[in-house]
């Protein structure tokens, strides 16, 4: 189980924790993990929050917390989204977008991708105070890293190599990894607005697994990673309407 657990955040982040190879049964066995990786991720992002705001206004606190998800990640989703976003964007064949996919280089549609994502959460949770931004974190990451379980599990990968084709994980890990998923939407987000938190992931979820299969044939980690950061997003605002209603 260590092993495991070191394996998924070497996997989806950039701390040294010294694991091994990833190679596919491994990194499958270490998706049980995944969602318990969005703990770390988002406790780093809600502690800096809370740190800048000693000295800083909200606005510029909260760029520094997203900051330091994405220096924490090695800004993975980020990288997904892009790519992903220039492979469907393009009026194109199905040939030609997996292609796209693979490219390193961010075009008009990636771009656009980015910068959306970056004030879109900007926007959301700069309004919230430090206990609420940090529910917001905890929720938004780990349900963000529970939806490549399914996708994983249930889905064709685009390619013959990759993540897509690597991460293929058993019913239990994707349990465990639900498990974890819906316990910290409820408790962090509150009963009502984890729900709808939680609605909001599987809806995003599925809708990004459709267009995935639609344009490319299957999954990749970089749509995996497109979906996730999307499912973040949507979490935060579903989470902060939410509690602004109640």
């Known amino acids: 189980m260590i092993a495991d657990a070191r394996t998924a955040v070497a996997f989806l982040t950039r701390i040294p924790v010294g694991a091994g190879a990833l190679d596919r049964d491994g990194l499958s066995r270490a998706a049980a993990w995944f969602p318990a990786v969005g703990l770390l991720v988002g406790g780093v992002m809600a502690g800096t929050r809370w740190l800048a705001n000693l000295a800083l206004d909200p606005a510029p606190a909260t760029v520094l917390a997203l900051l330091a998800a994405v220096l924490v990640t ?3 989703h980020e990288d997904g989204l ?15 977008r997996l292609e796209i996919l693979r490219d390193s280089r961010v075009g ?15 926007t959301v949770l700069t309004p919230l105070d430090d206990a609420h931004f940090a529910r917001a974190a905890l929720v938004g990451h780990v349900l963000a890293r529970w939806s490549t ?11 013959r190599d990759g993540s897509g084709a690597m991460l293929r994980p058993g019913r239990i890990a994707v349990a465990v990894g639900s498990a ?9 987000g509150g009963a009502r607005p984890g ?6 992931a599987v809806a995003i979820t599925a809708i990004g697994a459709l267009a995935a299969v639609r344009a490319l044939g299957g999954v990749s980690g970089d749509t995996f990673g497109a979906v996730a950061k999307l499912v973040e997003l949507g979490c935060y605002a579903a989470l902060a309407a939410a509690w602004a209603a109640s």
Do not use: E, N, W, Y
Request: no cysteine.
């Open 108 to 122: 008009a549609f990636g771009a656009l991708a980015l910068v959306f994502a970056v004030a879109f959460a900007l």
């Open 180 to 188: 974890v998923a819906v316990a910290t939407a409820l408790v962090a």
């Open 82 to 96: 892009a790519d992903t976003a220039d492979a469907i964007g393009a009026h194109t064949t199905r040939a030609r």
């Open 74 to 76: 090695g800004a993975l």
């Open 195 to 200: 729900a709808i938190a939680l609605a909001s």
């Open 149 to 159: 379980l399914p996708q994983a599990l249930v889905l064709p990968p685009a390619h």
